[in-house]
């Protein structure tokens, strides 16, 4: 587990939260079979966060930047309504195969779209207004797709990012990623467009509402 706090406290959160789908826990277990990293995804808790967070802002197009294996994708997917969108940006082929297989045997398939390539490529073509964005790939990129999506959040909308904390790396920085983890969680702070909370929820979440 990628998380801050005591496996058996996470186990006990995780057994005190709504369930999962049973489309989405197939998924978590291939992706775990499949690519041995099963830290790669939300999973159970951060994917039921994201949810709630869209259930109560009421969001209806959302952009994710980092699909690996589809679970975030479809999490949010699954408490969006009938005409919401979310568009999904990955560059890599073999894990949005397995993404594709599992949405297709969900009924919110249609809501996901996905985009593979480079993503701040990708992001250049991107439209706004959205009403949320999820920042979840490349850890170096972090701050460049920040400056690319900022713009593309609508006022009262909001942008979350994973990982921020970086199992508390970012505290003391010796590599690379935790070096532009830190300097990401500073360009965020200094950005007067938007309010911040930093959460301690598994490595680190950033909710950053745009005014
Ligand atoms: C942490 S995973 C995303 C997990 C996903 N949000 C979930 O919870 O299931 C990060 C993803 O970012 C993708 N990625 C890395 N660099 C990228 C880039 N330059 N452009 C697009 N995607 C990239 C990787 O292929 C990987 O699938």
Known sequence: MLTLVMDTIENYACAHTSNESAVLRELFKESIVKFKMPNMSVGHSEGSF????IQISKAKR????????????LAMAEVLPDD???ITLDINEKTTDIARLY???SPHEKKIKLILG???????TIKGPFDMIFI???????????DACISKVKSGGFI????????GRVLNPKDEDSFALDAFNKHV?????????MLTIRDGLTLAYKK
């Open 189 to 197: 702070l200094s950005d007067n467009r938007v309010d911040v909370v």
């Open 136 to 146: 979840d790939a490349d850890k170096t990129n972090y701050t460049n797709y920040w």
């Open 50 to 53: 994201l949810k709630f967070l």
């Open 62 to 73: 959302i952009l994710e930047i980092g699909t690996f294996t589809g679970y975030s994708a």
């Open 84 to 86: 919401g969108e979310i």
């Open 160 to 167: 979350v990012a994973d990982n921020v904390l970086w199992k």
């Open 103 to 105: 949405w297709a045997k």
């Open 118 to 124: 480079n993503a701040l490529e990708t992001l250049k």
